[in-house]
T-cell receptor
Framework: AQSVSQHNHHVILSEAASLELGCNYS??????LFWYVQYPGQHLQLLLK??????LVKGIKGFEAEFIKSKFSFNLRKPSVQWSDTAEYFC?????????????FGKGTKLSVIP | DAEITQSPRHKITETGRQVTLACHQT?????MFWYRQDLGHGLRLIHY???????NKGEVSDGYSVSRSNTEDLPLTLESAASSQTSVYFC??????????????FGPGTRLTVL
């Protein structure tokens, strides 16, 4: 089964600062990769996803993520954060490779953006 | 628009009572999942179903059960509620075929308090 590590538990940034949240997974085969966002009091929403092709994936609200196969990483980035980006961010991968319907989620990174 | 609904959104119950949380999706997805979300633990899978009459245990299934009698619904039952089951519960669904089969869509959540 896959495991997912998100290295930062809580990140605090000022508005306009750049963001990078780390995500590493354990499976070495073909993977689908996801970042979900959970705004305060809300449910999880898909931020972006990687299935194949260009390893640099662009998502909603100016977020992007880069899939680096050699490093088993799928880090989330945003060049300039806004107060409205305050949320919890979850990285997810299929439980046991691309053929599994289950997802394994990281423990999440809480982002607080100070105006 | 297709969606997932959960009811109730908030529930307070007493230890020992049986509680059922409803999940209804109009995506026509074969796969449905129940998670609990607790501080410090992220999302943990309780039960999941890959189709009608199919149910499977997840990581934290003790004390919970599900049944799948149709495509749209996967109710979660707490047989005898315990204080340790105080949590936020999310239902999700996904396709079983195609490139996006791992992408899960989440409901709004149910906040359950067991006193």
């Amino acid at each position: 089964a896959q495991s997912v590590s998100q290295h930062n538990h809580h990140v605090i940034l000022s508005e306009a600062a750049s963001l990078e949240l780390g995500c590493n997974y354990s499976y070495g085969g073909t993977v689908n990769l996801f970042w979900y966002v959970q705004y305060p009091g809300q449910h999880l929403q898909l931020l972006l996803k990687y299935f194949s092709g260009d390893p640099l994936v662009k998502g909603i609200k100016g977020f992007e993520a880069e899939f680096i196969k050699s490093k088993f990483s799928f880090n989330l980035r945003k060049p300039s954060v806004q107060w409205s980006d305050t949320a919890e961010y979850f990285c997810a991968v299929p439980y046991s490779g691309a053929g599994s319907y289950q997802l394994t989620f990281g423990k999440g990174t809480k982002l607080s953006v100070i105006p | 628009d297709a969606e997932i609904t959960q009811s109730p959104r908030h529930k307070i119950t007493e230890t020992g009572r049986q509680v059922t949380l409803a999940c209804h999706q109009t995506w026509n997805h074969n796969n449905m999942f129940w998670y609990r979300q607790d501080l410090g633990h992220g999302l943990r899978l309780i039960h999941y179903s890959y189709g009608v009459q199919d149910t499977n245990k997840g990581e934290v299934s003790d004390g919970y059960s599900v049944s799948r009698s149709n495509t749209e619904d996967l109710p979660l039952t707490l047989e005898s509620a315990a204080s340790s089951q105080t949590s936020v519960y999310f239902c999700a669904s996904s396709e079983s075929t195609g490139k996006t089969r791992n992408e899960q869509f989440f409901g709004p959540g149910t906040r359950l308090t067991v006193l």
